[in-house]
């Protein structure tokens, strides 16, 4: 599908959710002259408009009440490249120093992730946890040349760089961690020298505590001591329709509403004036193209998928003895495999998902075949054939050399026989001329 049509659905789908799941909009929260203001936000996702979204929002929220300090708490595998320096841009411009923590213990920032990790005022890493593998990954399903995989991967490089560099930690390893596709643990990253982190913390409230006191350098060169003894720490959790978008856009859901939309349309192809069909498969689709722009969509994949389903579809009108069936599930198989262009797990298609869909589908159309073989069997019940097979009485007597008459199928038609058929005898009707019947003793 062409970009432009692809933003063009997801335009729209953001428009009908957004009028659709309104909710009360956050009330800010002033900060008191008291104790002092620190919003803590969770992100638990793949980088991708609608978790910028919400970042850059915490952060607006957080200028606009003149926070001390905004925590994100990042688990992330990754994510768009658009949405991250989004993010960064954002960071870098706020009023409110950002703290990015990396945690709990187990969780990691990779790629995009560390891209937010080092750029962020404050970087912090819970224990048993790592950053980097930040090398760029075609996002379109094709394949980059040596050529633009090098500008590709020097262009990013140079963005950590700068990033590292202005925040005055370890910008050699930050480029590493791009072109070399390179991990750091928490003790790593915090031992080098220059460090990449700033310190290590256990959860929020020892990161608050630890950060009580410290001086920070802002992007702009300015000094900031922070004050978090006591902070009020507000959460801040995702709008009602940012968490239907946000899962609507991973791998899994995308292909399931990719695939109810295809079989809604082809349902309501099948029985026009359904109505319903063509309406939830019309939004699924919607649903699913939005979800399939902010994910590493290989277009060569979701040809297949889509000439997979319309060969199922054609199974019940062209009668190829199964093998349209078999030639449409392993198309839909092999494209479903191939969809997500990725080597992130969390960006992959999972066969759990795509095996029990390719299933359905076979034994949907395995079931609507049966019922097509089967009322192609059943006897005619209207026009001319329906008269074939029908049992009636000789009203006269009928033989080959003269015709007479019989009724049936409540009618009383002109008959002919092969053989002599006295009056009163029962008949069977085994040809139709026109308005001559073909009868038989029966």
């Not at 069936?325 to 298609?349: C, H, K, N, R």
Request: charged share 15%; aromatic share 6%; glycine share 10%.
């Amino acid at each position: 599908m062409p970009a432009h049509v692809a933003r063009g659905f997801a335009s729209c789908v953001a428009l009908s959710l957004g009028a659709a799941l309104t909710v009360t909009a956050r009330q800010d929260v002033p900060a008191s002259g008291g104790a002092p203001l620190v919003y803590a936000a969770e992100v638990d996702s793949v980088i991708h408009p609608v978790s910028a979204e919400y970042m850059n929002e915490t952060m607006n929220q957080a200028d606009r009440t003149g926070a001390t300090l905004v925590v994100f708490t990042l688990r992330t595998p990754g994510g768009l490249v658009d949405s991250t320096r989004s993010i960064v841009s954002r960071m870098i411009a706020a009023r409110t120093p950002v703290a990015v923590f990396v945690g709990p213990a187990g969780a990691r920032a990779a790629s995009a992730g560390f891209f937010l990790t080092i750029a962020a005022d404050i970087a912090a890493m819970a224990p048993g946890t790592h950053i980097g593998a930040a090398h760029p990954v075609a996002a379109g399903g094709e394949k980059m040349d040596e050529t633009m995989a090098k500008k590709a991967a020097e262009d990013v490089a140079a963005y950590a760089r700068t990033l590292a560099g202005n925040r005055h930690r370890n910008a050699t390893l930050a480029a590493l961690a791009v072109t070399e596709s390179r991990a750091f643990t928490e003790e790593e990253a915090l031992g080098a020298s220059p460090p990449l982190i700033d310190l290590v913390a256990v959860d929020v409230p020892d990161l608050l505590k630890k950060l009580h006191g410290r001086s920070i350098a802002r992007f702009d060169g300015s000094t900031v001591v922070l004050n978090t003894a006591g902070a009020r720490v507000v959460p801040v959790a995702m709008s009602l329709r940012q968490r239907v978008l946000s899962a609507i856009a991973h791998p899994n859901v995308a292909y399931l509403l990719l695939s109810l939309g295809t079989l809604g349309l082809t349902i309501e192809l099948w029985s026009p004036g359904a109505v319903l069909p063509g309406v939830a498969g019309g939004l699924c689709l919607l649903l699913a193209f939005f979800a399939l722009q902010m994910l590493p969509l290989n277009y060569a994949g979701l040809l297949l998928i889509l000439f997979g389903l319309m060969l199922l579809a054609l199974e019940i009108k062209v009668p190829s003895y199964g093998l349209l069936t078999v030639g449409g599930l392993a198309s839909l198989v092999f494209g479903s495999m191939i969809l997500m262009d990725s080597p992130v797990p969390e960006l992959q298609l999972s066969l759990r998902v795509v095996l029990p869909v390719a299933l359905g589908f076979a034994g949907i159309g395995m079931f609507l075949v049966r019922l097509g073989l089967a009322s192609q069997r059943r006897p005619a019940v209207t026009g001319a054939q329906s008269m074939i097979g029908e049992v009636g009485q000789a009203l006269t007597a009928i033989s080959p050399e003269e015709r007479g008459r019989v009724a049936t199928h409540g009618e009383m038609w002109q008959a002919t026989s092969a053989e002599f058929i006295p009056e009163g005898a029962r008949v069977r009707v085994t040809r139709l001329d026109g308005l001559l019947l073909f009868v038989s003793k029966d």
